[in-house]
């Protein structure tokens, strides 16, 4: 699962690093809005991308119902975050849909924040055949049938620890791999994937944990 991913020539150039691998990308369109830019500016993009070696048998991308405030001036607005979904065929009996996005940054972003967490749990959780009831904005009103797995990752952009509803919102009815992975030390300092001392861009930064898979 790749996010920030804006711009079209950056996602050409990791495209044309899989080729002979057997691994396979999705196309900007695929998980982008019809007036997705990605030129000159990332402008209505959403950033996100899936490399998988299974056979993508479709993919749809729906935006936010919101996206910031046009007068903060961070981005937020002109960009076109979302919720993709791709559906993969990992074995002939098999299907899996694999639900991605990245929410709002920043802390004063609360408010959209938590709004698209809970859009985003509430289309993974419809096809995990676990809603009672159908929203307009839900990925279901786009294709027929459920697949028989879903995983849904991306970056929340939000601390399970935080007083925010996001984490929950967004993880409602699955299962978090990284606390069962980890068990008790999911939350080590040293596991941050935000202010990690190890990552040069954000070492400086308080260790947190944005980015989350989960099934």
Same mark, same amino acid.
């Given at each position: 699962?790749?996010?920030?991913?804006?711009?079209?020539?950056?996602?050409?150039?990791?495209?044309?690093?899989?080729?002979?691998?057997?691994?396979?990308?999705?196309?900007?369109?695929?998980?982008?809005?019809?007036?997705?830019?990605?030129?000159?500016?990332?402008?209505?993009?959403?950033?996100?991308?899936?490399?998988?070696?299974?056979?993508?048998?479709?993919?749809?991308?729906?935006?936010?119902?919101?996206?910031?405030?046009?007068?903060?001036?961070?981005?937020?607005?002109?960009?076109?975050?979302?919720?993709?979904?791709?559906?993969?065929?990992?074995?002939?009996?098999?299907? %899996?849909? +694999?639900?991605?996005? &990245?929410?709002?940054? #920043?802390?004063?972003? =609360?408010?959209?924040?938590?709004?698209?967490? *809970?859009?985003?749990?509430?289309?993974?959780?419809?096809?995990?055949?676990?809603?009672?009831?159908?929203?307009?904005?839900?990925?279901?009103?786009?294709?027929?049938?459920?697949?028989?797995?879903?995983?849904?990752?991306?970056? %929340?952009? +939000?601390?399970?620890? &935080?007083?925010?509803? #996001?984490?929950?919102? =967004?993880?409602?009815?699955?299962?978090?791999? *990284?606390?069962?992975?980890?068990?008790?030390?999911?939350?080590?300092?040293?596991?941050?994937?935000?202010?990690?001392?190890?990552?040069?861009?954000?070492?400086?930064?308080?260790?947190?944990?944005?980015?989350?898979?989960?099934?």
């Amino acid at each position: 699962i790749l996010q920030e991913l804006w711009m079209r020539p950056d996602h050409a150039r990791i495209a044309s690093l899989l080729q002979g691998t057997g691994l396979r990308m999705t196309a900007v369109g695929d998980l982008a809005a019809s007036l997705c830019d990605g030129r000159a500016a990332p402008t209505w993009c959403s950033g996100l991308a899936l490399i998988s070696r299974f056979p993508e048998l479709e993919a749809t991308f729906q935006p936010f119902s919101v996206h910031g405030d046009l007068w903060w001036q961070d981005g937020e607005y002109w960009a076109r975050k979302g919720i993709g979904r791709v559906r993969l065929r990992p074995a002939p009996s098999l299907t %899996l849909d +694999v639900f991605l996005t &990245s929410l709002a940054a #920043s802390d004063y972003n =609360a408010y959209y924040r938590q709004i698209q967490a *809970r859009e985003f749990g509430e289309s993974h959780r419809l096809g995990k055949h676990l809603a009672k009831r159908l929203l307009d904005f839900s990925l279901l009103r786009q294709y027929e049938g459920h697949a028989d797995f879903v995983i849904a990752g991306g970056n %929340l952009e +939000v601390d399970p620890r &935080s007083s925010e509803s #996001s984490y929950q919102d =967004a993880s409602a009815g699955l299962r978090d791999s *990284r606390r069962e992975a980890l068990g008790s030390a999911w939350l080590d300092p040293d596991k941050a994937t935000f202010g990690n001392k190890k990552n040069t861009y954000t070492s400086e930064a308080g260790p947190l944990i944005y980015d989350h898979l989960m099934h």
